[in-house]
């Protein structure tokens, strides 16, 4: 069974920076591209950052060159980098397979930017 469990979140002012955590197991993780969603309230999900299982990235134009996703395949881990963080960053951050595996959403983790 897949589980993927992500870390991380948390409240940060703006311009602040986080380091958001996905550990995945149930999967043969490194041949996955990977990739971080968000939900802001009242929003549908969007996909923020992807990374292949070669390394290569591509990014939601909201969140160039402020966020930078990269996997540690001996870990089964996954990462966003934020920073220069908006209060439109604000959500709950996922993180799954492209595409998603619908049954394998975890709980999230919580990014509230506010002053």
């Known amino acids: 069974q897949v589980q993927l469990v992500e870390s991380g979140g948390g409240l940060v002012q703006p311009g602040g920076s986080l380091r958001l955590s996905c550990a995945a197991s149930g999967i043969i993780f490194s041949i996955y591209t990977m990739a971080w969603y968000r939900q802001a309230p009242g929003k549908q999900r969007e996909l923020v950052a992807r990374i292949t299982s070669g390394g290569s990235t591509n990014y939601a134009d909201s969140v160039k060159g402020r966020f930078t996703i990269s996997r540690d395949n001996a870990k089964n881990t996954v990462y966003l980098q934020m920073i220069s963080l908006k209060p439109e960053d604000t959500a709950v951050y996922y993180c799954?397979?492209?595409?998603?595996?619908?049954?394998?959403w975890g709980q999230g983790t919580q990014v509230t930017v506010s002053s």
């Open positions: 799954n397979t492209i595409p998603p595996r619908t049954a394998s």
